[in-house]
Nanobody, 123 residues
């Protein structure tokens, strides 16, 4: 399995932007579908975005479409989440996730999780 470490979270005003990064250890990063999930206080962890192992296909939850962009660089074992036009309801801990071979849009399909990074959007 890959080990995942996220960075890039922080405090931002509504309408602002943040870029989250996730670096993976291991030689097989390019064979994993990568995803971002988030968990707000008192709520269940929810899917945000996913990208195919090759980077050719992406998918997003409806609430972030047009505002967030997921990307990956297999040469650098990195997946990123560019978040624009942030809203207070985007406040959550954001988790990087990996699934062998396929994309993951539900928590139960994830093979490896990062430790999470806090994103706080003030109104």
């Amino acid at each position: 399995q890959v080990q995942l470490v996220e960075s890039g979270g922080g405090l931002v005003q509504a309408g602002g932007s943040l870029r989250l990064s996730c670096v993976a250890s291991g030689r097989l990063f390019s064979t994993y579908g990568m995803s971002w999930f988030r968990q707000a206080p008192g709520k269940e962890r929810e899917f945000v975005a996913t990208i195919r192992s090759s980077g050719s296909i992406t998918s997003y939850t409806d609430s972030v479409k047009g505002r967030f962009t997921i990307s990956r660089d297999n040469a650098k074992n990195t997946v990123c989440l560019q978040m624009n036009s942030l809203k207070p309801e985007d406040t959550a801990i954001y988790y990087c996730a990996a699934r062998r071979g396929l994309m993951a849009t539900t928590s139960s399909l994830v093979d490896s999780w990062g430790q999470g990074t806090q994103v706080t959007v003030s109104s």
